[in-house]
């Protein structure tokens, strides 16, 4: 007996020593990847390109869709925020997706808002009926009222069909948008009439400093939950997304801000309002859709800073979110099963998605398990402390080599911290990341993998908003009164 | 005590040796990082300084006068100033400025980086060197050519920015072939050239590709370039329907009822066709 748990152990540390490796390996191959793309994008001369598209009648205009569900508090500025954008044409399409607050009200009062017969697109299919259309004078501003479904992809569709210009470009209400944001995530779509739909950087908003719906200064947020996700979003993000779409293995853009040729969008339905992972699942189905019919697609991500959003900032909220996040993942690899290794669908097919599954959905699963066993197996004799240190370097160490990377990634090229007191915690909070936080990620992260494994119900939380910090005096989010607590559902997104 | 299995008998001491390694790597990180904090730091200031320093020789060649001499990196910075500055102004005071952007062989550098390998070093350089690219369109229309796509489209916008009219026809054949520039970005930078007669446009409003003859003729009416009538009318008799359709396009942006006869003679080829046709005609009927 003895000797079948010694061998026993023996071998599940090797699986988890060549497991890490492999996961480690490739991440670093990502890392690396998205790091040449992301100094190849930060020196690449785009001040001219920009201007031009600015300045330019030929622009594709945007459709911004706006989900906003009990939105009172920050919908008006919101949307005078989305009117400030730098871009030559836009069109925001609101959805008050059954509020039952004074989001509708404080938009009409606001905005000079009056009922219209605008036509709507028969396509894609949402289950909240549409009851009213109001809209500005100009246009520029269109309020879809729908009753509510309790689904953000639902009231999106009914945004989509709204919408009436050549890109379609879907935020949340709290997410903001630096100034140039539609210049910069709009440059592929004309640099390339093959590209379907593009991401960019998303940061989180908690800590930094808002004026005038502008980001004035980035600080660490104060909270380690709050850090903790700086740190994942940094990895994620700006070098994981980055180096996935250089070997245009691109499968999430993030819901809260991503844009797409409308057509393409139409083409695949719209979003899948069954699927918890709804912004990957578009990815994923527009990447199928242009390979299955043989026509030239590029998903691109722009490697720029361009959205903030605030993330949760307790560690309750964190847990529903990473939860939804690994059960969405699920049911998106049972969906797209038959594109995992086949490969008609490229790199997406061959490696992007072997890789979720393998490491980001069943990750859990061998984390948890391989770990108890290596400890325990160390602790009792039943491997050597040798075997159990080589276990540690390739899961610990080479995600601690990942992360600081990442730090210097965005230390190099972006430098959006100030201060170098925000420098030295980013350094600190790696560690804390990966020596305390991991574990319990992990643990949320295998709970989610038992929702989808065993197909339990879905699980939307809310996050506890707490509104942006404002610049100058009687601003702070404590007392202003356009900036209290609010609740909302949470965006749905698969991994950080 | 349960006897252990020795986990890695050949290579004694690898794992710790590995543990150390990525504990020096992860120190190291960390420690690159504030590095590079202070040090850029201390060298923005430093740049900072230098071009307060340096700014108000600016004037002095704006008015056609020769800087006092200044040390090698001062001179440096003036010329990158100066290369931002002329590309913000217009006119006398942009010419004084490319003018002494050029006595200073500030071309030379950038026109050997835009031969480059890397694409960005030749992007950067395409970059540096517009604000005097319009003394040198021979080097803009090479670049138009180049083999990565990313600088081809910069070349374009560069060539439009600077009014480089002359670079129309090349601008508009790029739209196919072998090293093209996407379509919107060849519109974008013809539209800002701004030829003023259609003669600017060379062939290509006859040019036997149908995708570059149909942009042209499009753009020629976008442009509103009346003495691009004939030549838009006669592309109504094209056998592509791309090239009848821009043509269609062109004359109802032109608006001139002498353009009726033509619309009335053309042979529609789709229901489209015939109603974008039927819509320019009646527009121009009613005046």
């Known amino acids: ?496 | 005590m349960i006897p252990s299995i020795p986990a890695i008998p050949t290579i004694p001491g690898l794992a710790m040796a590995l543990l150390l390694t990525t504990a020096t790597v992860c120190g190291l990180l960390a420690l690159i990082v504030v590095a590079e904090r202070i040090i850029r730091t201390a060298l923005a200031h430093r740049e900072e300084k230098r071009r307060d320093r340096v700014r108000p020789h600016i004037l002095t060649i704006v008015d056609g006068d020769t800087p006092a001499t200044l040390p090698r990196r001062d001179r440096a910075a003036l010329s990158r100033l100066v290369a931002d500055t002329a590309s913000q102004v217009r006119g006398e005071d942009r010419e004084a400025l490319t003018q002494w952007l050029i006595g200073q062989q500030f071309h030379r550098a950038h026109l050997r980086r835009m031969k480059s390998p890397f694409a960005l070093t030749r992007a950067r350089a395409l970059d540096r060197f517009a604000p005097i690219a319009e003394h040198a369109p021979r080097s803009i229309e090479r670049m138009l050519g180049d083999r990565d796509l990313r600088v081809r489209s910069l070349a374009a916008q560069v060539a439009g920015r600077s009014g480089m009219a002359a670079l129309v026809p090349e601008l508009l054949r790029r739209t196919e072939g072998t090293r093209v520039i996407p379509a919107r970005i060849i519109s974008m930078a013809v539209l800002r050239a701004a030829p003023s007669s259609i003669a600017e446009f060379g062939d290509t409003v006859t040019d036997s590709n149908h995708r570059v003859r149909a942009l042209a003729l499009d753009l020629a009416g976008q442009l509103n370039l009346v003495d691009a009538r004939r030549a838009i009318e006669a592309g109504l008799d094209s056998p592509s329907a791309d090239v009848r359709m821009a043509s269609v396009r062109s004359i109802q942006r032109l608006g001139s009822p002498l353009s009726l006869a033509a619309l009335k003679r053309m042979e529609t080829q789709s229901p489209e066709e015939l109603f974008h046709t039927e819509v320019v005609i009646h527009e121009l009927t009613v005046g």
């Not at chain 1, 152990?9 to 020593?17: E, G, H, K, Q, S």
């Not at chain 1, 001369?45 to 911004?64: D, K, Q, V």
């Not at chain 1, 700086?230 to 779409?245: C, D, Q, S």
Request: hydrophobic share 45%.
């Open chain 1, 1 to 496: 007996m003895i000797d079948f748990l010694m061998q026993f152990t023996f071998w599940v540390t090797w699986v988890l020593i060549v497991y890490y490796a492999i996961y480690n390996g490739v991440f670093l191959v990502v890392l690396l990847k998205g790091a040449l793309e992301v100094s190849r994008e930060v020196n690449w001369p785009s001040s001219m390109t920009l201007s031009e598209i600015f300045a330019n009648p030929l622009t594709p205009g945007i459709s911004i869709i706006v989900p906003a569900h009990n939105e009172e508090s920050g919908i008006v500025d919101a949307v005078l925020a989305l009117r400030n954008l730098r871009y030559p044409l836009t069109r925001i399409v609101v959805v008050d997706d059954g509020s039952t607050d004074e989001t509708f009200q404080r938009l009409k009062d606001n905005f000079d808002l009056r009922p219209t017969s605008k036509v709507l697109a028969a396509v894609p299919q949402h289950e909240g009926k549409i009851t009213e259309l109001w809209a500005t004078r100009s246009g520029d501003l269109t309020v879809v009222r729908k009753e509510s479904v309790r689904l953000r992809s639902d009231a999106v569709n009914a945004g989509l069909r709204a919408a009436d210009q050549e890109i379609v470009c879907m935020i949340d209400a709290d997410s903001l948008l630096e100034r140039d944001a539609l210049l910069h995530i709009v440059a592929p779509f004309v640099a390339d009439p093959t590209v379907l739909g593009v991401g960019g950087v998303i940061r989180p908003a908690n800590g930094v400093t808002v004026s005038r719906g502008a980001v004035t200064k980035v600080q660490m947020p104060k909270k380690w939950v709050e850090r903790i996700q700086v740190v994942e979003y940094l990895r994620a993000f700006l070098v994981g997304r980055t180096g996935w779409a250089s070997i245009k293995g691109l499968m999430i853009i993030s819901g809260a801000f991503g844009a797409f040729r409308r057509d393409a969008v139409l083409e695949v339905g719209g979003l899948d309002s069954t699927s918890l992972a709804e912004d990957a699942d578009l990815v994923v189905a527009i990447t199928k859709k242009a390979r299955d019919e043989k026509r030239p697609y590029r998903i691109a991500f722009v490697a720029e800073p361009v959205c903030w959003t605030e993330v949760p900032n307790t560690f309750s909220a964190l847990s529903t979110q990473r939860r939804r996040w690994s059960q969405g993942l699920g049911e998106l690899i049972a969906k797209q099963r038959k594109m995992i290794l086949n490969p008609r669908y490229g790199v997406l097919g061959m490696l992007t998605l072997p890789y979720f599954v393998l490491f980001e959905f069943y990750g859990p699963i061998f984390g948890v398990l391989g770990a108890f066993i290596a400890l325990a197996g160390a602790i009792t004799g039943l491997i050597t402390w040798q075997l159990f240190a080589l276990a540690f370097f390739v899961s610990v160490g080479l995600s601690l080599v990942s992360s600081l990377a990442s730090v210097l990634i965005e230390e190099s090229a972006y430098h959006r911290y100030s201060r170098l007191r925000d420098v030295v915690v980013l350094l600190m909070t790696t560690i804390v990341e990966l020596m305390g936080f991991h574990l319990v990620h992990t643990w949320w992260r295998l709970q989610g993998v038992y929702r989808a494994l065993f197909k339990r119900p879905s699980e939307w939380g809310t996050i506890e908003r707490a509104g942006f910090e404002q610049e100058g005096p009687g601003h702070a989010p404590d007392d202003s009164p356009d900036q209290p607590q609010l609740q909302r559902e949470t965006t749905a997104d698969i991994a950080p």
